[in-house]
């Protein structure tokens, strides 16, 4: 069959005496009228399939015009089955579900957090059917949206009000923007981060018309800096947690309960922007600890910032909670529109803060916790079982063994703890050309129906199981795998 797309032609030159003219071509209403493409026309409406018939008859008039079409190209057949695969290949999602095998749970470029069953059912409610965004059920008047998850927040963080916007970057900005703009906002050196794909703490600062001021310096900040910074300008107090790189050996900063003090001393509002933003003590599990919000508020923080699609395991959002006089300011602000979560998110964040009311069912229903606390026995069990299948896909030509290896959590969390998992590692049994078998089937695996997403590291290519809880899901699909088309 003829791959999606591509045009139903020989690659070498056709002899001259067999060779194919433009006019030979059937015209667009007579290829439309065939049995195939008029079921096309049914299926999907005659806007699209003309449009791609129109398009793969141009191109197979080029290779007339080249000699290289053969005279079985122009079947109406063939052009018919190759009609439908350009129509596959166009209606086809760009945005795909693939499998993860990367070793980071939270992986920024994969959709970071996967939703909880709960979560999902609750969207498959909200998009069936109108909703109460904006009304309130008990007044029969207009609502606020953020009152679908407010009072879940402040329970969940011991909070006096809440607020929510798109993500956490997001968040930072219009904190600035409401407490800061026009005026200083005093942030230690060390903490100038860059949050992601070249999003620096700096330039959003900048872009919510806050001045910054840094103290102290990349590896050792102390109270006494913070206090001479302070003067008639000054706007608030920042606390930037480096949850996405750490400074060892000789080092100072100033925690939040050091700080508070300080800025409540000259009437300054302190913010925290923890980033991923743990809800609960994940050292529960077994896992390396990360502050929370909570935390942040008893020491003093009158803001707190956090990411909803990372530690806390629920969709994209950013977090604002604290005293209620500087949420109503922020929430007040005209930037907040332009920021604010819509209904999918919005069900979506409400459905996985609830799951956070029943702390002892999260290892099960939270995906991101139940991943992170995956036992390593059942990883290497499943690792055990996979071997042999994805053995004989590949061939003798490929060496597969069961692997110890160390994972991370990703998106920025606990950058230097990692999480020891077991997998595949894959190598080719020739000495030479080793990257370039590697990287022919790395992009076999990713041809699949449902991408397998691994990563080469000292010439094998690895996968890490720690995030497959369904084997079926990588070896249901193997017979697919294509080495030689990669």
């Known amino acids: 069959m003829t791959p999606p797309g591509r045009s139903p032609t020989q690659d070498a030159a056709v ?26 026309v049914q299926a999907h409406g005659h806007t699209l399939v003309a449009g791609e018939a129109r398009a793969l008859l141009a191109a197979v008039r080029e290779h007339a015009l080249a000699g290289t079409l053969a005279p079985e190209a122009i079947e109406i057949d063939a052009l018919a089955r190759a009609l439908e695969q350009r129509i596959e290949a166009r209606l086809a999602p760009r945005l795909r579900r693939v499998l993860n095998l990367t070793g980071t749970v939270i992986h920024t470029n994969l959709g970071r957090a996967l939703l909880p069953e709960a979560a999902r059912a609750h969207l498959h409610a909200v998009l069936a059917a109108p909703n109460n965004l904006e009304y309130d059920l008990a007044s029969g008047g207009r609502g606020e949206r953020d009152s679908l998850v407010e009072g879940l927040l402040c329970e969940l963080t011991g909070a006096e009000a809440a607020t929510v ?21 005093i942030v230690s050196r060390g903490e100038l981060v860059e949050i992601g794909g070249a999003f620096r703490m700096p330039d959003v600062m900048a872009s919510a018309g806050a001045r910054l001021v840094e103290v102290g310096t990349t590896n050792r900040t102390h109270p006494r800096d913070y206090e001479r910074a302070i003067g008639t300008d000054t706007a608030v107090l920042m606390k930037v947690h480096t949850s996405n790189y750490a400074i060892a050996g000789f080092t100072r900063s100033v925690d939040e309960a050091e700080l508070a003090p300080i800025a409540h001393a000259h009437g300054l509002p302190l913010v ?53 006089v500087w949420i109503d300011r922020i929430r007040q602000h005209p930037m907040k529109r332009a920021l604010r979560l819509s209904k999918l998110p919005l069900a979506a964040l409400e459905a996985t803060l609830q799951l956070y ?19 390593l026995a059942d990883i290497e069990a499943m690792a055990r079982a996979i071997q042999p299948v994805l053995q004989t896909a590949v061939g003798s030509a490929w ?19 990692r999480l020891p998992s077991m997998g595949l590692a894959i190598a080719p049994k020739g000495e030479t050309g080793t990257g370039r078998a590697l990287e022919r089937l790395a992009r076999a695996l990713r041809a699949l129906p449902m991408p397998v997403i691994g990563r080469i590291r000292e010439d094998r290519l690895l996968l890490d199981l720690r995030c497959l809880e369904d084997a079926e899901a990588l070896t249901g699909q193997l017979h697919a795998l294509d080495l030689d088309a990669a």
């Open 15 to 40: 002899p001259r005496a067999k060779r194919v003219r433009p006019t030979d071509l059937p015209a667009l209403d007579r290829l439309l009228r065939s049995g195939g493409p008029a079921a096309l």
């Open 399 to 417: 060496h597969i063994e069961v692997q110890a290896m160390q994972g991370q959590i990703g998106s920025g969390s606990l950058p230097v703890e």
């Open 357 to 375: 009311l029943r702390p002892e069912l999260l290892p099960r229903e939270l995906p991101t916790l139940r991943l992170l606390t995956r036992p």
């Open 165 to 185: 916007v798109n993500n956490n970057a997001a968040a930072v900005l219009l904190v600035l923007a409401a407490l800061a703009h026009g005026r200083e906002a």
């Open 272 to 324: 925290s922007d923890l980033g991923s933003g743990a809800l609960v003590d994940l050292s529960a599990w077994g896992l390396p600890r990360e502050p929370t919000p909570r935390e942040k508020l008893v020491a003093g923080c009158d803001v707190v910032t956090f990411s909803g699609d990372k530690l806390l395991g629920g969709p994209q959002a950013g977090l604002i909670v604290g005293r209620r």
